[in-house]
């Protein structure tokens, strides 16, 4: 199969007509988008179950090669708050080792769907199912943020349900000074941008609580506020590139895994680079993109990173500061590291119920609730896909949601176009007024002879259609001399549709009744062809003009009536 490559990186058609005002706007954007990154990597990383570092390294080695290789000229990429629960529960089942063969494989399922230009159709999911995992995973990272803003410092299960009873079993261990520390953290980051929205309220929160709870510890004897370094050991490095031993057993049980991590990685990058297209008036390349976030899938993990997608936030960042080409995503790498390689063992004087803080609002801002509010007014079935999806998202995981969620919007498609395809039987008249197919517009209606029927298909012709179609010609029950097929509103057959077609040719034959199909475009004539229809009914009874297919019944059917009654004749 000749594929041909839709490839062109935003980078390069960047480049051209570039200008230093351009790359001033573009710098400042990019200083700004990486100070803003800080904070979320470092609280996105110690979320997922990885040290604060790695989810820094995911930002700047990520962030780069999605910026370099990307289809949206202002996309910025990294870690993001849709991965935490995938990314932890991975790692608790299978190791750190067993995320970065999982990421490395959705990697290569992003590159597929990009060369098998599968971007513009992830476009499609239903927005209900994106709503009910996106509310679903927020209200999981606020969970899982209730231990660290409440200081309780308790081991909780990994499930949702259980992690609630056991809170409600320790709020009595709840440290003040830290639910202190997140509570003003929470309220610094919900004001600030009443007084600048250029600087951002999580970077503000952390310098603050940073240096209250430093000086707390220092000199006021208050050493209850947990902080990044008392929990984990910080490098101020890159590290080195690892390798992995893949085996077959291990990619078998980690296919489920990384395909949810494909799914929800094009499925974020693409939302948030179609997010960014309305706001900069350009047009994202959706293929590009998934093949720049496979590249960066598949390049991270081999340094200890996690998952990397598009970032809405973070995005809407670099536009709102001026970034207009990809060479502000690049610069906000580059900050990033220079951050952790001069500044990085300063992190480990930042709060942890400061960082929970951090994570509040970031779920708070994912959960869309006025988007849910406003969807709980569409139809019930819309409704109804939305709360499924966010009961599986919140009570079991995110694995289960998407891939139902995806099942049903398989589902709902299916019914929406099977309900809007109709087979019309139509008998001694058939009107032509507004007929694209009718060659000539003298009449406006022709003349059926007797014994001939006309079955109009008004739609798809395909799996989810071809039983209602086999149902309907059950239920007639007549025999006409001449059965016309008309079939000039079929854009598309499938397999199963040409399978029933050619059980209803074959039983209508046996009974020695004449099929002739009629509006048969070059498209549906071809997919006949190659699958044996035209050979059944001949090439000489297939038309692509009605009138043609209503003559040629027309001078047959006295032909069969004889025949008809010969054949009565001899029974008897």
Not at 94 to 110: C, H, Q, S
Not at 216 to 233: K, M, N
């Amino acid at each position: 199969m000749n594929v041909k490559l839709d490839f062109h990186p935003k980078f390069f058609e960047g480049l051209k007509n570039y200008s230093k005002e351009k790359f001033i706007s573009d710098l400042m954007a990019g200083i700004i988008v990486g100070i803003v990154a800080l904070p979320l990597a470092i609280a996105f990383g110690i979320a997922s179950g990885v040290s604060p570092e790695k989810g820094i390294i995911t930002a700047i080695i990520g962030g780069f090669i999605v910026s370099f290789l990307g289809g949206s000229s202002v996309q910025i990429g990294g870690p993001t708050g849709a991965f935490i629960i995938i990314v932890y529960g991975i790692i608790d089942k299978f190791g750190i080792e067993g995320l970065a063969i999982a990421t490395i494989m959705a990697g290569v399922m992003l590159v597929a769907m990009g060369v098998f230009k599968v971007g513009s159709i992830i476009k499609f999911i239903p927005y209900p199912i994106v709503i009910g995992f996106t509310s679903g995973i927020a209200l999981v990272i606020f969970t899982t943020q209730i231990n660290d803003l409440f200081g309780m410092g308790v081991e909780t299960p990994a499930d949702f349900i259980s992690k609630w009873v056991v809170y409600f079993q320790n709020f009595d261990k709840t440290n003040l000074w830290a639910l202190g520390v997140g509570l003003l953290s929470i309220i610094i980051i919900a004001l600030m941008p009443r007084l600048s929205k250029r600087i951002p309220g999580a970077f503000v929160a952390i310098i603050l609580m940073t240096v209250v709870v430093y000086v707390l510890r220092q000199y006021a004897g208050i050493t209850g506020i947990e902080t990044i370094g008392d929990r984990f050991t910080i490098s101020s490095s890159l590290p080195a590139p690892t390798s992995f031993t893949f085996d077959m057993e291990t990619i078998k049980s980690l296919v489920s895994p990384a395909f949810t991590i494909a799914m929800l990685g094009a499925i974020e990058s693409l939302l948030s680079a179609t997010v960014a297209d309305g706001v900069v008036g350009e047009q994202h390349n959706s293929n590009t993109e998934l093949i720049a976030q496979g590249a960066a899938n598949i390049v991270v993990p081999i340094f200890g990173g996690i998952p990397v997608t598009g970032a809405i936030a973070r995005t809407m960042t670099n536009i709102n500061n001026g970034g207009r080409t990809a060479l502000s995503g690049i610069i906000h790498a580059v900050v990033l590291l220079l951050i952790l390689l001069f500044l990085g063992d300063l992190t480990q004087h930042i709060p942890m119920a400061c960082l929970a803080g951090v994570l509040v609002m970031v779920s708070y801002n994912m959960s869309g609730w006025r988007t849910v509010r406003s969807l709980l007014k569409s139809p019930r079935a819309d409704v109804g896909v939305m709360i499924v999806t966010f009961i599986l998202t919140v009570v079991f995981d995110l694995t289960i949601a998407i891939e139902i969620g995806l099942l049903m919007a398989v589902v709902m498609f299916v019914k929406r176009v099977s309900d809007s395809t109709h087979v019309a039987v139509l008998r001694d008249k058939l009107d032509t007024r507004h007929h694209a197919d009718v060659t000539s517009k003298a009449d406006d209606q022709m003349t059926l002879a007797k014994g001939v029927e006309v079955y109009e298909i008004d739609g798809p012709f395909f799996f989810g259609v071809a039983t209602k179609f086999d149902e309907m010609m059950r239920s007639i029950g007549d025999k006409p001399l001449i059965r016309i097929i008309r079939m000039r509103k079929v854009p598309f057959v499938d397999s199963t549709g040409i399978h029933n077609l050619e059980i209803f040719i074959h039983s209508s034959q046996k009974e020695h009744i004449h099929v002739i199909l009629s509006g048969v475009n070059p498209r549906v004539h071809e997919s006949l062809e190659k699958m044996g229809i035209e050979a059944m009914v001949g090439a000489d009874n297939i038309f692509d003009h009605i009138n043609k297919a209503v003559n040629r019944a027309n001078e047959l059917a006295p032909v069969l009536e004889e025949k008809r009654r010969e054949r009565h004749h001899h029974s008897k």
